[in-house]
């Protein structure tokens, strides 16, 4: 049974959609589905645009013969091959071996790799390469780590479309609508968009960038992703935020907590913290990353302009879901944001140092005064600190100049407290409790001696 929609009077969208899969990629949570997107175009030759993702390839079939409708397959256009895209090309060439694929050198390696054949017929594109099919003509443009590195788009020049492949992509089921105007993009789609954007291309700015700027020499009156919506309408909506994503720069100027707590204290401030911030008028959200998907707060972390991570120590470390949360942010190349810090341990508080070490790693991360430092929950008096830490964020979305604070960036302090003798465990503090013994090796307080 066919399910197909018309983008143009010779061009169909004959792709499918999954609700089944909780997951993308293996990872990131899809509660609304995900669409996979194929086009078929019926010029004087016929041109299927990319195949589908295994999982629908059953409905794919049925539209393709649909459309085709007896008539050969000329061309395939394989612009990318991940296996959401090209996991069925292998039975499509089976099915239609009469059809040319037509990519680049790196897609023909990977289709190799992945389906352990040599296309029958290949047509090899370069930069700035065209093909006639007819009445259209298409002209390719390689866009290396828009999401991986064989990446290419094609451009018809004669109805002005653009195959962007993973470019401009969301999350979630298209449920009969094809275009973007057929949502409301606020309360649809922003959110899938900026989720799928940061977490699948969010790494690599500078290479969306320079799809962007080869977009911008063309006159492009519809793009045409591998998921989510066609373009049709209001296109500088989608590159504007694009545009922005790919500079790492905010939408926000608000302040994002997110928070790993085991037994309520971390919690406790954050809860606090976001008080104090939203009576001065200063927009938050909030995130327990041990709850919510890493795919889910790393997106929000994108959105917003100031970040605060407040997290237990754990194993002398940061507790386990805040640090794999830091990795993934780091991996995803996040820079350019103001960043305060809350950390907790009952008796050798280290997660502070140690997220401040993760995010210097990462560019241009400015760490806005020292950590609020809890010993398992916050102590009589230590609201002050929250209120101070509030201020300070308050200041900064707002672009006040700063107040001078007490500590310099946590990455740069250097570490106060008390080293074991025997055992070389650091203790984090001003003083050592007389009866404090270490919690490795289990020496009294009178084998520390104070850190050089
Ligand atoms: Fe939608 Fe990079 O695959």
Redesign the pocket.
């Known amino acids: 049974m066919y399910c197909v929609r018309s983008v143009t009077k010779d061009l169909f969208w004959i792709g499918a959609n999954d609700l089944q899969k909780p997951f993308f990629e293996a990872v990131h949570p899809v509660p609304r589905g995900m669409s996979y997107n194929s086009y078929l175009l019926l010029d004087e030759k016929t041109v299927l645009f990319d195949t589908v993702d295994r999982s629908v390839q059953a409905q794919f079939f049925d539209n393709l013969e649909h459309v085709l409708d007896g008539r050969k397959l000329d061309y395939v256009f394989v612009h ?1 091959m ?1 296996p ?2 090209a996991a069925t090309l292998g039975d499509l060439m089976l099915r239609h071996p009469e059809a040319h694929i037509v990519c680049n050198g790196r897609i023909v390696n990977l289709i190799r790799q992945f389906h352990c054949t040599d296309p029958n017929n290949t047509i090899l594109v370069k930069e700035g390469e065209s093909i006639s099919t007819g009445r259209h003509t298409f002209t390719f443009y390689n866009a290396p780590m828009v ?2 590195p064989e ?1 290419m788009v094609s451009y018809d020049s004669t109805d002005k479309l653009l195959f962007s ?2 470019a401009f ?1 969301t999350f979630g089921a298209l449920n009969g609508h094809l275009f973007s105007d057929e949502f409301d993009f606020n309360h649809d789609l922003l959110d899938e968009a900026r989720r799928y954007y940061t977490n ?1 291309v969010g790494k690599y700015g500078p290479q969306v960038t320079a799809l962007l700027k080869k977009a911008a020499g063309l006159d492009i009156q519809m793009l045409l992703p ?2 989510g919506p066609v373009w049709r309408n209001n296109l500088e909506l989608i590159l504007d935020k694009y545009s922005k994503w790919a500079a790492y720069e905010p939408e926000v100027n608000g302040v994002l907590i997110a928070f790993s707590s085991v037994y309520g204290g971390t919690e406790a401030a954050a809860n606090i913290l976001a008080c104090r911030l939203v009576e001065r008028g200063i927009p938050v959200d909030m995130y327990d990353v041990s709850v919510t998907s890493t795919s889910v707060v790393l997106a929000q972390c994108f959105k917003y302009s100031h970040l605060v991570f407040a997290a237990t120590t754990y194993n002398n470390g940061i507790f386990v879901s805040m640090e794999n949360f830091l990795q993934d942010l780091a991996h995803h190349n996040l820079q350019h944001r103001k960043v305060a810090l809350i950390q907790n341990g009952s008796w050798a508080p280290a997660s502070g140092k140690l997220m401040a070490d993760l995010l210097g790693g990462m560019k241009d991360m400015e760490i806005l005064s020292a950590p609020v430092t809890l010993k398992s929950t916050l102590a009589p008096g230590q609201d002050s600190e929250l209120e101070a830490l509030a201020e300070t964020l308050a200041a900064s979305v707002r672009g006040e100049t700063p107040q001078t604070q007490e500590e310099p960036a946590a990455q740069t302090k250097k570490p106060r407290g008390f080293v074991c003798k025997v055992c070389g465990f650091i203790y984090e503090s001003d003083t050592l409790p007389d009866d404090f013994r270490c919690p490795l090796c289990g020496r009294p307080a009178s084998d520390f001696k104070p850190l050089d």
Request: aromatic share 8%.
């Open positions: 990318h991940e959401d895209h999401h991986w990446v492949a993973d992509g699948i591998l998921h």
